[in-house]
């Protein structure tokens, strides 16, 4: 009997590879579970946040019903060189435009107008009042001066031209 191997041995030694495949397949997976998430501030963290590190403004501003909105959501902002951009550049602000919160910014409240069927804020801080598009990107400033507006989708690599040339 020298130099055969049991089938209970070799049972055994298949379920640890089995077992040790299973292992590698999962920390593969694990690693694709961490990736860095888009970080999102809300209007009113604005004033806070540029007094510790003063930053550009990216605001999106988005309608549940717009489907070039929901593209963006598919798309862009789940690529990872936007959001090590994003995050690493810039305070992103996502903005329903039908959210009904109201809002203080720089010393202003803001709220949503039942009537226009838009958020004040959104109309504040668009230049074309009465032709607003959605999805909006908005860039401003570290002291929120607008330096952007566009008023279309936008592929990630379109984004990530257009704010490189002003981060």
Not at 8 to 18: E, G, N, R, T
Not at 21 to 35: A, H, P, R, S
Not at 39 to 46: A, F, P
Request: glycine residues 2%; positive net charge.
């Amino acid at each position: 009997m020298g130099g055969s191997i049991s089938p209970i041995s070799i049972f055994l030694l298949m379920k640890k590879l089995l077992f040790c495949i299973m292992m590698f397949f999962n920390l593969l997976t694990y690693g694709q579970q961490i990736k860095e998430q888009l970080k999102s501030y809300k209007i009113d963290q604005l004033e806070k946040l540029q007094k510790v590190e003063p930053r550009k403004v990216l605001i999106y501003v988005y309608a549940s019903w717009c489907s070039y909105c929901k593209a963006m959501d598919q798309v862009v902002w789940r690529d990872t060189s936007i959001i090590r951009l994003l995050n690493r550049s810039v305070y992103f602000v996502k903005f329903d435009v039908e959210q009904q919160d109201v809002v203080f910014f720089n010393g202003a409240k803001y709220d949503f107008k039942a009537s226009k069927g838009v958020h004040d804020f959104v109309l504040e801080i668009t230049r074309s009042k009465h032709q607003i598009a959605y999805p909006m990107l908005v860039l401003w400033s570290e002291d929120y001066k607008p330096l952007i507006e566009y008023h279309s989708f936008l592929s990630a690599k379109e984004l990530k031209e257009i704010l490189l040339a002003y981060l």
